[in-house]
């Protein structure tokens, strides 16, 4: 007959057999996220510059992703092999506690990312996101994440409970504990308002995220259309409004002012390909098409977001209301959509290699000059 201790290894190893193509997937899902946040934080903290405030949002998301993609992948691989031998409690309680940081700025970025895309979508002449309102948001979501994920650093540990081991034709009934959200002093009591607070928040965040993005969305779509006179004003104004703006977070509301009274003909005749202005056309066009890039890129993280999040969130709640156990490939499909929030963490930076120009040229650049120093060394 085995030892308890013996015992607690062999059904890890059960456990972690049982869970092996999960263990795969979320090892190739944070090779991914760490190399593609890892690429985006080298751009924007060594080679791109923000003048206009625009992809403000950007290092700091790829920088709470990257936090949230190592933390949650170590979490995920310890649980799925070393469930019943876990190597401390204070691990157990670290993890537990950056995955909910991370998780909850990420998300709360998100929706001052939305919220920044509204005010100069949709309210170009209206009070914009300066620097200084931005930095507030930073700090105050910061903040804001870290009171709600504290508790956790008391909470989390690892949870004693029995389990049955079969040995040949014996079986017996073991003690083992498991980390664990509740490491089982306080119980449902204290527990279940705890998750539900977070569950609600969640839910919050995910509906006012994406109300701020439909009418950015509704006036994106507005603009792609070639036959839409309307929508080319919008956007004549707009590119007006971004010339003041966006270099200069400071501009006077005079300044302002002055552009709302431009004539819409003059508008216009400044950007209608048919007058010979030719260079200032493309220009402009290439502003329109820019922006709306941008756009649709803040849209898919968006999307992306509420996606991962709400499959996560709704798996989590049929789990804890059902308690069915689930074996073979049915716990490994339980765990892929519990975990599916990860997505979150690892799409962003890929999202934006493929519709932000600029930050595609920049690594363009660079992957040219070290080939080149690379061949010239040989």
Same mark, same amino acid.
């Not at 220009?283 to 922006?291: A, G, L, V």
């Not at 499959?311 to 339980?334: A, C, D, E, K, P």
């Given at each position: 007959?085995?030892? &308890?201790? *013996?015992?607690?290894?062999?059904?890890?190893?059960?456990?972690?057999?049982?869970?092996?193509?999960?263990?795969?997937?979320?090892?190739?899902?944070?090779?991914?996220?760490?190399?593609?946040?890892?690429?985006?934080?080298?751009?924007?903290? #060594?080679?791109?510059?923000?003048?206009?405030?625009?992809?403000?949002?950007?290092?700091?998301?790829?920088?709470?992703?990257?936090?949230?993609?190592?933390?949650?992948?170590?979490?995920? /691989?310890?649980?799925?092999?070393? #469930?019943?031998?876990?190597?401390?409690?204070?691990?157990?309680?670290? %993890?537990?506690?950056?995955?909910?940081? &991370?998780?909850?700025?990420?998300?709360?970025?998100?929706?001052?990312?939305?919220?920044?895309?509204?005010?100069?979508?949709?309210?170009?002449?209206?009070?914009?996101?300066?620097? +200084?309102?931005?930095?507030?948001?930073?700090?105050? @979501?910061?903040?804001?994440? %870290?009171?709600?994920?504290?508790?956790?650093?008391?909470?989390?540990?690892?949870?004693?409970?029995?389990?049955?081991?079969?040995?040949?034709?014996?079986?017996?009934?073991?003690?083992?504990?498991?980390?664990?959200?509740?490491?089982? !002093?306080?119980?449902? #009591?204290?527990?279940?308002?705890?998750?539900?607070?977070?569950?609600?928040?969640?839910? @919050?965040?995910?509906?006012?995220?994406?109300?701020?993005?439909?009418?950015?969305?509704?006036?994106?779509?507005?603009? %792609?259309?070639?036959?839409?006179?309307?929508?080319?004003?919008?956007?004549?104004?707009?590119?007006?409004?971004?010339?003041?703006?966006?270099?200069?977070?400071?501009?006077?509301?005079?300044?302002?002012?002055?552009?709302?009274? @431009?004539?819409?003909?003059?508008?216009?005749? +400044?950007?209608?390909?048919?007058?010979?202005?030719?260079?200032?056309?493309?220009? !402009?066009? /290439?502003?329109?098409?820019?922006? +709306?890039?941008?756009?649709?890129?803040?849209?898919?993280?968006?999307?992306?977001?509420?996606?991962?999040?709400?499959?996560? %969130?709704?798996?989590?709640?049929?789990?804890?209301?059902?308690?069915?156990?689930?074996?073979?490939?049915?716990?490994?499909?339980?765990?892929?959509?519990? #975990?599916?929030?990860?997505?979150?963490?690892?799409?962003?930076?890929?999202?934006?290699?493929?519709? *932000?120009?600029?930050?595609?040229?920049?690594?363009?650049?660079?992957?040219? +000059?070290?080939?080149?120093?690379? &061949?010239? *060394?040989?």
């Amino acid at each position: 007959m085995a030892s &308890s201790t *013996d015992a607690d290894i062999l059904l890890s190893e059960q456990h972690s057999k049982q869970l092996l193509p999960n263990t795969v997937l979320d090892l190739i899902a944070g090779a991914f996220g760490f190399f593609g946040n890892g690429i985006v934080l080298l751009m924007y903290t #060594r080679y791109i510059t923000d003048k206009s405030g625009t992809r403000y949002f950007i290092p700091i998301l790829a920088l709470v992703d990257l936090i949230g993609c190592v933390s949650s992948v170590s979490s995920f /691989h310890l649980d799925n092999t070393m #469930r019943y031998v876990y190597p401390s409690e204070n691990l157990c309680k670290s %993890l537990f506690f950056l995955i909910i940081v &991370s998780g909850g700025f990420s998300a709360h970025l998100i929706f001052a990312i939305a919220l920044q895309r509204y005010l100069i979508i949709c309210r170009p002449f209206g009070q914009q996101m300066t620097q +200084r309102y931005r930095r507030i948001a930073v700090l105050a @979501i910061f903040l804001f994440s %870290l009171g709600y994920a504290a508790p956790l650093l008391k909470f989390a540990g690892l949870k004693e409970t029995g389990k049955r081991y079969t040995e040949g034709n014996d079986t017996q009934k073991i003690s083992v504990s498991f980390c664990y959200f509740d490491g089982g !002093s306080y119980g449902s #009591r204290v527990m279940l308002p705890y998750f539900g607070t977070l569950l609600l928040l969640s839910f @919050i965040n995910i509906i006012a995220t994406s109300g701020l993005y439909i009418p950015v969305t509704k006036t994106i779509y507005k603009t %792609l259309s070639p036959f839409n006179g309307a929508a080319y004003r919008v956007n004549n104004l707009q590119d007006e409004e971004t010339r003041v703006t966006s270099t200069d977070d400071h501009s006077s509301s005079f300044e302002q002012a002055k552009i709302t009274e @431009i004539p819409r003909q003059d508008l216009t005749k +400044r950007t209608n390909c048919s007058e010979p202005q030719p260079t200032a056309c493309r220009e !402009s066009n /290439h502003k329109q098409q820019t922006r +709306r890039k941008l756009s649709i890129m803040f849209l898919l993280i968006i999307v992306v977001y509420v996606v991962s999040y709400l499959t996560s %969130l709704i798996t989590q709640i049929h789990t804890f209301v059902t308690g069915i156990r689930l074996t073979g490939y049915r716990l490994n499909i339980n765990f892929f959509f519990l #975990r599916f929030n990860l997505l979150n963490h690892i799409a962003n930076p890929y999202i934006y290699w493929f519709y *932000d120009v600029k930050f595609r040229g920049e690594l363009k650049k660079l992957c040219c +000059r070290r080939l080149q120093k690379n &061949s010239f *060394d040989l």
